[in-house]
C-alpha cells in the first residue's frame, strides 16, 4: 500500500514546506495538481526526492470557468484544447516519475450540463478521455477517473457513473478512483461502491464526511476498510481533506491552514497504517 497525501490541500503554503512537513509526519509518497505552468517539474521532482517523498501522481487541472481545460465542454474546438492540455498533464506525471493522473471528466466547479440531457456530455467526455489513452500508455500512466459530488461537478458523480466510463473507455490504461467525501453525499452503500469496482478502483482517496481529517466526521471506515480488504486492495490511499472554513474549491483557509492540515495528516496516517496494518 501507498500512503499519499495531496498538496494543495496546504492552501497558500510553499510548496518547500509542504514537503517538508509531510515527509516529517512519516509519508514517503505525494500528489500534486497538475497546474502545468507552475511548476520547473524536474526541479520540483528533485525538491520532493531531497525530502524523502516520491510524487505518486498529479490531480488533473480542470477548473471551472475555464472552458479550455473542460472535457465534456459542449463546444468542439474547447474539447481539444482541453485534450491538448491535458496530455501536457500527462507529459508532467512522466516528468515527475508519477504513476498516474487523476481525471474529472467534466470541469470542476461545473455543476450544470452542457447538452440536451447527460447522456450527450458524458459521450463527449468519454470521446475526450479517450484522444488521452495512446499517450498514457506510452509514459505506462494511468488516467485515473475520478467521480466528484453533484454539488461540484455534473455528469461523473458515483460509482456507477465512473464504472460507464472506465468501461466504455475500455483501455487498460483507464481506472477509477473512489473518495470517502464525495461517496458519503453520493453513494447509497459504500461498501458497495468498492466491490462493484474491484477490478477497476487505482486509487482511493480519504477524507471524512465534513471534509475533515479521518476521524472528524460521521463516516463509518471500518465498513470501508473492510470493504477495500475484500477486494485486496494494495494500490494508492491518498489522504485529501480540506481545513474547516467557506468555498469548497480552496484550500486557503486563514491562518490556521497550515497548522491543522499538519495535524490532519499525522492522526490520519496513523489511523489508516493502524487500520490496514
Given at each position: 500500500m501507498r500512503y499519499s497525501i495531496c498538496s494543495w490541500t496546504f492552501g497558500n503554503t510553499p510548496i518547500e514546506k509542504v514537503f517538508n512537513i509531510v515527509s516529517a509526519k512519516g509519508y514517503k509518497h505525494i500528489d500534486l495538481q497538475a497546474k502545468v505552468d507552475d511548476y520547473n517539474w524536474q526541479e520540483i521532482n528533485h525538491l520532493a526526492r531531497e525530502n524523502s517523498l516520491n510524487i505518486n501522481g498529479l490531480l488533473c487541472d480542470s477548473g471551472w470557468p475555464e472552458e479550455e481545460k473542460d472535457l465534456a465542454n459542449k463546444n468542439i474546438v474547447n474539447r481539444q484544447k482541453a485534450v491538448d492540455y491535458f496530455k501536457r498533464q500527462v507529459e508532467?506525471?512522466?516528468?515527475?516519475?508519477?504513476?498516474?493522473?487523476?481525471v474529472v471528466p467534466?470541469?470542476?466547479?461545473?455543476?450544470h450540463t452542457m447538452g440536451g440531457n447527460k447522456s450527450e456530455d458524458l459521450k463527449w467526455a468519454i470521446e475526450s478521455v479517450a484522444k488521452l489513452t495512446d499517450m498514457a500508455k506510452e509514459h505506462d500512466i494511468t488516467l485515473v477517473i475520478e467521480p466528484i459530488n453533484r454539488y461540484e461537478s455534473c455528469i461523473v458523480n458515483n460509482s456507477d457513473d465512473v464504472l460507464h466510463v472506465?468501461?466504455?473507455v475500455n483501455h487498460p490504461n483507464v481506472k477509477a478512483l473512489l473518495d470517502t467525501y464525495?461517496?458519503?453525499?453520493e453513494e447509497v452503500d459504500m461498501e458497495e461502491a468498492f466491490l462493484k469496482l474491484k477490478d477497476w478502483v487505482e486509487v482511493v482517496h480519504f477524507a471524512d464526511s465534513n471534509r475533515r481529517g479521518v476521524g472528524r466526521g460521521h463516516i463509518n471506515f471500518q465498513k470501508i476498510v473492510h470493504a477495500m480488504k475484500k477486494i485486496g486492495f494494495d494500490k494508492n490511499v491518498v489522504f485529501e481533506c480540506l481545513a474547516p472554513g467557506p468555498h469548497p474549491f480552496n484550500a486557503?483557509?486563514?491562518?490556521?491552514?497550515?497548522?491543522i492540515m499538519s495535524m490532519y495528516a499525522e492522526e490520519s496516517l496513523d489511523k489508516l497504517k493502524t487500520w490496514f496494518s
Open positions: 508532467c506525471v512522466k516528468v515527475v516519475e508519477g504513476n498516474y493522473l487523476v467534466s470541469a470542476v466547479g461545473k455543476f472506465v468501461k466504455e464525495h461517496m458519503n453525499i486557503e483557509k486563514g491562518e490556521e491552514t497550515e497548522r
